[in-house]
């Protein structure tokens, strides 16, 4: 028998070896795909990203530095939003009004629960951005932690070039 090939008790090995790793890459993969596409349909796209990140960052360091970006730049948008009261009360209108009619169209028209479910949980999901424990969450995703690739920056307080 040649070198190169591998017998079948080996090929089972090898399997067994990568199933879960494979496993996590197609869950993980069709939650992402999800995601994106409801960044064009109605549904919490962002949201649905960060889920499919999430899974495949438990077994890959590419998808954990996607993670921690996605996060960052996510939590960045929303603090954005969130710091001023005009952002806050748009925030406050848009997310009842997409929770009550996702709720209606997920209640009235049969056809279309799925794409109103999807807007009622958006809209929550944009509600829950004003809960004080979000803002905290967001608030420690935006400001970057020292460490190896996240080197320490001391902002200057000074107004102009010192003389």
């Known amino acids: 028998m040649s070198k190169g090939l591998h017998s079948p008790i080996q090929w089972l090995r090898w399997i067994g070896r990568n199933s879960k790793r494979l496993a996590v890459f197609l869950l993980g993969t069709a939650i992402l795909g999800a995601g994106l596409a409801m960044l064009v349909l109605p549904g919490p796209g962002v949201v649905v990203i960060i889920v499919g990140l999430a899974v495949l960052a438990t077994e890959f360091a590419w998808a954990e530095r996607a993670l921690d970006r996605t996060t960052a730049t996510a939590a960045n948008a ?55 424990t979000v803002q905290r969450w967001m608030q420690q995703r935006t400001t970057p932690a020292v460490g190896a690739d996240r080197p320490l920056v001391i902002p200057s307080t000074s107004k102009g070039p010192e003389s």
């Not at 209108?93 to 949980?121: D, H, K, N, Q, W």
Request: aromatic share 4%; hydrophobic share 55%; with cysteine.
């Open 78 to 132: 929303a603090s954005k939003v969130t710091n001023n009261a005009a952002g806050r009360r748009a925030l406050v209108l848009s997310g009842v009004c997409m929770v009550i009619g996702g709720g209606v169209a997920a209640t009235l028209f049969g056809e279309y629960r799925l794409i109103g479910i999807s807007v009622l949980v958006a809209g929550l999901i944009g509600l829950a951005t004003l809960l004080p």
